[in-house]
């Protein structure tokens, strides 16, 4: 892996440090990185979840690395069209396959490319000091590496809106407000906390927690009755197999024995 990015294995979890002083801007190598490590999440079958940060205290990430694109290296022309690597921008934003959680530990300012990476995830903590925001459009640019399309369904419209048009900053107390993340601590507990549920998920029956993130992100949108519908035609492997799995019943057992339970994976 690059230094620009440090990956850290504990156990099931795997942990995902971008290391770009000062700003944690993403380049093509780092983006690259960034997907070869959740693809290593993807892959390994005794990872469970993973957890993103950003090194120092000040920024998270302020996303794309604005040098690179000064440079020519980042073509803004049809930019779907530059290798990233695997995942997309910054290995999350387009990562469809990635069937395992990963937990944002959102360490400082949380500013456009870096906001989009944060949407990406499935669990937001936010160190208490850290601030969002998205700066393109006075740039002459759209953040459409996920927040045109995924804010407006984590923050109320407007105040969305306000963010995409104005540049609004939103602090970690009104993002908590909001719902946008799932909590807010003080810094020196922000990977103490991420620490504590990724090992909550990694103790979870491993098929159960990727069947979760296949239904969660795969009815998304739909109606109930259509969500209920889709679940019953048998899309959904991971789900499938999890409801014929040994871990399933090992689950109940344990729980009728008040013993751990000892799931496998199958």
Known sequence: ?????????????????????????????????????????????????????????KVFSAG?????????????????????????????TEFWELNKPVIAALNGKTIGGGFEIALSCDLLIAADHVQFRLPELPLGLVPDAGAVQRLPRRLPRNIALEMLYLGRWLSAAEAAHYGLVNAVVPAGELMIRAREWADRIAGAAPLAVQAMKEVTAGIEGLSPRKAYEVMRAGGFAAYERMLCSGDAEEGVKAFVDKRAADFKSQ
């Open 1 to 57: 892996m690059s230094e620009a990015v440090i990956v850290e294995r504990r156990g099931g979890v795997l942990e995902v440090t971008i290391n770009r002083p000062p700003v944690n801007a993403i380049d093509l190598a780092t983006s690259r990185a960034l997907g070869a490590a959740f693809a290593q999440l993807r892959d390994d079958p005794g990872l469970r979840v993973g957890i993103i940060t950003g090194s120092g205290d």
């Open 64 to 92: 794309w690395d604005l040098k690179a694109v000064n440079s020519g290296e980042l073509q803004l022309n049809r930019w779907w069209e530059t290798d990233y690597g695997t995942g997309g921008f910054a290995g999350l």
